[in-house]
């Protein structure tokens, strides 16, 4: 069954360290994304790609990066800048045209805590 | 600016009862909009779409929402409630951003069911 698979599932950090949450797809969309959940609060953007070896910052971009040097990959780096990366981070996917354009297919998520 | 607005952070229905969650949006142009449901610790799953055809749309699991341009509205609901929809409902607008799409997601209401 096609669909996106995000690794760990839980991650662990202490302050200072970088941790890269994975996220692979097997559903042949363009489009990646990964947002971040917090309690009460919408997600938020934090980058997406919509072609391989190109993305853009979403809206709370600071402190993190991405890469995505092939189709089905799209990887997070939460680097020690980010102030406040404890949260639950989600990836997702999507076609970018024909009628699934712009419709989400979400991963498990990841929930990183910072000790 | 574009927008989405979910009016309740929390309903709560009895088992068998109706379902109502509400959603008004802010959108300078026809928006696409979006229903998607979380459960605890997992990813968000589509319960259905609207994309400028049938303002009543149907969605999985007996849900449906319906599209009122007048009241800037897409209310989501349920004739009646069932134990397993208790979860977290978010109502999701796209912007249109340069050549692409971005979406904006409420924050979210939950969905608790009383036996």
């Known amino acids: 069954d096609g669909g996106i698979t995000q690794s760990p599932k839980y991650l662990f950090r202490k302050e200072g360290q970088n941790v890269t949450l994975s996220c692979e797809q097997n559903?042949?969309?363009?489009?990646m994304y990964w947002y971040r959940q917090d309690p009460g609060q919408g997600l938020r953007l934090i980058y997406y790609?919509?072609?391989?070896?190109?993305?853009q910052k979403g809206d709370i971009a600071e402190g993190y990066s991405v890469s995505r040097e092939k189709k089905e990959s799209f990887p997070l780096t939460v680097t020690s800048a980010q102030k406040n990366p404890t949260a639950f981070y989600l990836c997702?996917?999507?076609?970018?045209?024909?009628?699934?354009?712009?419709?989400?297919?979400f991963g498990a998520g990841s929930r990183l805590t910072v000790l | 600016a574009q927008s989405v607005t979910q009016l309740d952070s929390h309903v709560s229905v009895s088992e068998g009862t109706p379902v109502l969650l509400r959603c008004n949006y802010s959108?300078?142009?026809?928006?696409?909009l979006f229903w998607y449901v979380q459960h605890p610790n997992k990813g968000l799953q589509l319960l259905l779409k609207?994309?400028?055809?049938?303002?009543l749309v149907k969605g999985i699991n007996g849900f449906e929402a319906e599209f009122k341009k007048s009241e800037t509205s897409f209310h989501l609901t349920k004739p009646s409630a069932h134990m397993s929809d208790a979860a977290e409902y978010f109502c999701?607008?796209?912007?249109?951003?340069?050549?692409?799409?971005?979406?904006?997601f409420g924050s979210g209401t939950r969905l608790l069911v009383r036996p």
């Open positions: 790609s919509q072609i391989v070896n190109d993305f």
């Open positions: 559903l042949n969309h363009d489009a």
């Open positions: 999701v607008v796209t912007v249109e951003m340069d050549s692409s799409y971005k979406l904006i």
């Open positions: 997702a996917s999507s076609p970018t045209s024909g009628t699934g354009a712009n419709v989400l297919t």
């Open positions: 609207y994309t400028s055809a049938a303002t």
């Open positions: 959108s300078s142009y026809s928006p696409s």
